[in-house]
C-alpha cells in the first residue's frame, strides 16, 4: 500500500467482533496423498534454516520438518533441491477481493471495502463479508507466493471495521476465512472522527471507549432503559467489547512521533491491545513502542513525506523499530495498488527492509509469522511448523529477489494451479489470429 493509502485504510478502522469464525474443514482434495517436499534450504521462520530439508504434508496440515526425514510410502515428492522452501506470505493489511475495477466509475467495477457507519463510527461492519471468492486478482498473488492476507477495511470512518484473515484460495467466503474477526481498525484523523483538533479527536476517543466500557458493565440496565445516553448504538457498542476487555487488538493508524505517544497513553489508560499502524515517524518513539510491547505495521518503500505528520519518514523505519526490540509486520506502501491488486508487492517492502537494515530472517517474519501472531492465527499460518496448515512456497531463490519466482503454491497442502486473468489476457493478445489480436500496420 502507498503510505498514503494506508493512511486511508487505516483511518477506516478500529473494529472487533463478537464470533470467531471457527476453523473451516480442510478442501478434500488435500486429503488425496501425502506430500514430501525434499531436498530444499527451508525457512520454517518459527526455527533456524534446514539445509537439504523435508516438509512432510499430509491431510493439508504440515506433519513433520527436519533433515534426514523418512519418506512415507507412497507420498507425492516434490524435489526441491536448489530450491527456497518457506511459509507462504501473509500480507498484514489489504483490501484484496473488496474491490474490482476500482469502483463503480470504472466499467461497471465494485468496491466494497468502505462502509458510511454513522458519524465516522462503523465498528460492527464486518468487512470480509463483502469478500467476492471469485475476484480476479487472487490468482496472479497467489502464483508469487502470497497465500494468506489481513483483510482490513477502508474508509474515511475513525472507528471503521473488523478485520479477518483469510487464504487466497477458497469457492466460498466459509472456505477462504482462517479466523474473523481478528482486529478492529482505527485512526486518529480528526477530520475522520468529525473533530477540530487532535485534542478534540482524543476526547471523543476516551469518550467512547468509557461508553463501551460502561455498557458491558450494565447491559441488563442498558436493556431495561435504566442507563444513562450512549454516543454510540447498541451494536457498535457491542462491537467494541472485545476490545476494551483487551482481547482484540485495536490497530490505530497513526504516524506523526507524538502522535504515537498519545495512542500508547490511551493504551494504557484503557487496557487496550493495541497496534501501531502506518508509523512514519515510530523510529522516534521505537524505545516506547517496545517498551510498551506494541506491535508496529510499517512499510520500507518510500522516504517522501505525504504529510506534515510524516515529516520525519525514513527508509531506515522498519530496521530501526526492529533493532529497538519492536515486532515488526511488514506491510505495503509502494506504488501498483498494492493493497487491491498487488498485495505480491510485499515481497519488495521485504527486499527494501533488508536493503535499509534489517536483517533478512526479521524481514522474513514480518511477512509471515509475525502478522500471523499479532492477529491470534499463528496456530494455524505464518511459519512451517507440526500442525499448521500447510501453506507452503516452493521458490527458485531468494524470495526477496526480483528474478526468483514462485515455482510451487500450496495451500491448506493443495497445490495452486491454473492460469490467472492476466495469462489468459496475454496468451489471447499475443498470439497471432486469436480472438482480439491484431496486426500493427
Not at 57 to 76: D, F, M, W, Y
Not at 248 to 258: Q, T, Y
Not at 283 to 307: C, D, R, Y
Amino acid at each position: 500500500m502507498r503510505r498514503t493509502t494506508w493512511s486511508a485504510l487505516a483511518s477506516s478502522a478500529l473494529a472487533v467482533a463478537a464470533v470467531t469464525v471457527a476453523a473451516v474443514a480442510l478442501p478434500s482434495a488435500s486429503r488425496a496423498q501425502t506430500i514430501a517436499i525434499t531436498g530444499g534450504t527451508v525457512y520454517p521462520v518459527n526455527g533456524p534454516k534446514i539445509e537439504n530439508g523435508t516438509v512432510l504434508i499430509t491431510n493439508g496440515r504440515i506433519t513433520a520438518v527436519g533433515a534426514g526425514l523418512p519418506i512415507p510410502a507412497g507420498a507425492a515428492r516434490v524435489d526441491a533441491t536448489g530450491k527456497w522452501v518457506t511459509p507462504g506470505l501473509v500480507v498484514g493489511g489489504a483490501t484484496i477481493g473488496l474491490a474490482e475495477a476500482g469502483g463503480p466509475q470504472f466499467s461497471g467495477g465494485y468496491n466494497d471495502a468502505r462502509a458510511r457507519g454513522t458519524a465516522g463510527v462503523s465498528a460492527s461492519w464486518r468487512v470480509w463479508e463483502g469478500t467476492n471468492p471469485a475476484s480476479t486478482f487472487f490468482r496472479k498473488n497467489v502464483q508469487a507466493g502470497v497465500t494468506t492476507v489481513v483483510q482490513v477495511p477502508q474508509g474515511a470512518g475513525w472507528i471503521g471495521g473488523q478485520a479477518a484473515v483469510l487464504n487466497l484460495a477458497g469457492n466460498t467466503i466459509a472456505e477462504m476465512l482462517v479466523k474473523a474477526p481478528v482486529a478492529m481498525m482505527a485512526s486518529m484523523s480528526p477530520e475522520a472522527a468529525g473533530a477540530a483538533s487532535r485534542g478534540e479527536l482524543l476526547a471523543r476517543m476516551r469518550a467512547v471507549l468509557a461508553d463501551a466500557k460502561a455498557y458491558g458493565a450494565r447491559r441488563v440496565q442498558y436493556e431495561s432503559g435504566n442507563t444513562r445516553s450512549f454516543a454510540l448504538p447498541k451494536q457498535e457498542l457491542e462491537a467494541l467489547q472485545p476490545v476494551v476487555n483487551g482481547t482484540m487488538p485495536l490497530v490505530m493508524g497513526v504516524d506523526r512521533a507524538s502522535d504515537i505517544r498519545a495512542a500508547l497513553a490511551i493504551g494504557r489508560e484503557f487496557g487496550l491491545k493495541l497496534v501501531v499502524a502506518g508509523a512514519a515517524e515510530g523510529w522516534q518513539v521505537a524505545a516506547e513502542l517496545a517498551a510498551a510491547k506494541v506491535p508496529v505495521m510499517v512499510g520500507a518503500m518510500s522516504n517522501i513525506p505525504q504529510s506534515f505528520d510524516q515529516l520525519a519518514a525514513s527508509q531506515e523505519n522498519a530496521a530501526r523499530l526492529r533493532r529497538a526490540g519492536v515486532s515488526v509486520i511488514l506491510v505495503n506502501t509502494g506504488p501498483g495498488d498494492s493493497d487491491a491488486f498487488n498485495v505480491q508487492n510485499i515481497r519488495q517492502e521485504a527486499g527494501n527492509a533488508v536493503a535499509y537494515g534489517m536483517s533478512w530472517d526479521d524481514a522474513l517474519r514480518a511477512i509471515t509469522l509475525a502478522p500471523a501472531e499479532v492477529m491470534g492465527v499463528a496456530d494455524r499460518v505464518g511459519s512451517l511448523a507440526v500442525g499448521r496448515e500447510a501453506n507452503v512456497v516452493v521458490w527458485s531463490g531468494d524470495p526477496f529477489e526480483f528474478a526468483t519466482s514462485a515455482e510451487r503454491v500450496y495451500i491448506r497442502g493443495v497445490l495452486q494451479t491454473g492460469e490467472s486473468r492476466q495469462d489468459e489476457l496475454m496468451k489471447r493478445y499475443r498470439t497471432p489470429g486469436s480472438p482480439g489480436w491484431f496486426e500493427r500496420p
